[in-house]
T-cell receptor
Framework: DAGITQSPRHKVTETGTPVTLRCHQTENHRYMYWYRQDPGHGLRLIHYSYGVKDTDKGEVSDGYSVSRSKTEDFLLTLESATSSQTSVYFC?????????FGPGTRLTVT | GENVEQHPSTLSVQEGDSAVIKCTYSDSASNYFPWYKQELGKGPQLIIDIRSNVGEKKDQRIAVTLNKTAKHFSLHITETQPEDSAVYFCAANNQNSGYALNFGKGTSLLVTP
């Protein structure tokens, strides 16, 4: 998975609780992305980062925030988890166009 | 924004046959078109990509063609093998979001022995 790890790999949480997912890379790539994958929707962009402290919104950013304080780490936070945020979350990295994905985090919100 | 349509959603072929998956995109500014293979429980894996200044690219048994005028691109897998069974996604770059990608909804390919 091109030097990309995600943690945790699985998480079950209750509605209304905050959740933070971590993406860590060892490739020193400038760009990092968070996608969610749902049946019938493919992968959809939540947020992306183009450098330390530089982030922007994607297609489905409502209810999510991100932070990037170091090149190697990109955090995704669900401030107050809802059942509609049950999904598989993938982090990706790129130097330019070619994106490489992590192994994913399966999040269940009950 | 960019809209990527992918067909078919499922495809079943016999081992040794060819498989073709087709995608269309809406944003004429898109200039990068990758294909990903995703096996169960894993992240998508980049298998081949094409840029808008090229009409065709081949890598062993897989090839991708691009028709910029018609805004469609296709993945061709020849001499399919059971290990080709997976979900395949096409994508097009989103010029407004760094190098972010807009994905099709995927094609589940089953290769039967």
């Amino acid at each position: 998975d091109a030097g990309i790890t995600q943690s945790p790999r699985h998480k079950v949480t209750e509605t209304g609780t905050p959740v933070t997912l971590r993406c860590h890379q060892t490739e020193n790539h400038r760009y990092m992305y968070w996608y969610r994958q749902d049946p019938g929707h493919g992968l959809r962009l939540i947020h992306y980062s183009y450098g330390v402290k530089d982030t922007d919104k994607g297609e489905v950013s409502d209810g999510y925030s991100v932070s990037r304080s170091k090149t190697e780490d990109f955090l995704l936070t669900l401030e107050s988890a809802t059942s509609s945020q049950t999904s598989v979350y993938f982090c990706a990295i790129s130097y330019t166009h070619e994106q490489y994905f992590g192994p994913g985090t399966r999040l269940t919100v009950t | 924004g960019e809209n990527v349509e992918q067909h078919p959603s499922t495809l079943s072929v016999q081992e040794g046959d060819s498989a073709v998956i087709k995608c269309t995109y809406s944003d004429s500014a898109s200039n990068y078109f990758p294909w990903y293979k995703q096996e169960l429980g894993k992240g998508p894996q980049l298998i081949i990509d094409i840029r808008s200044n090229v009409g065709e690219k081949k890598d062993q048994r897989i090839a991708v063609t691009l028709n910029k005028t018609a805004k469609h691109f296709s993945l061709h897998i020849t001499e399919t093998q059971p290990e080709d069974s997976a979900v395949y996604f096409c994508a097009a770059n989103n010029q407004n979001s760094g190098y972010a990608l807009n994905f099709g909804k995927g094609t589940s390919l089953l290769v039967t022995p």
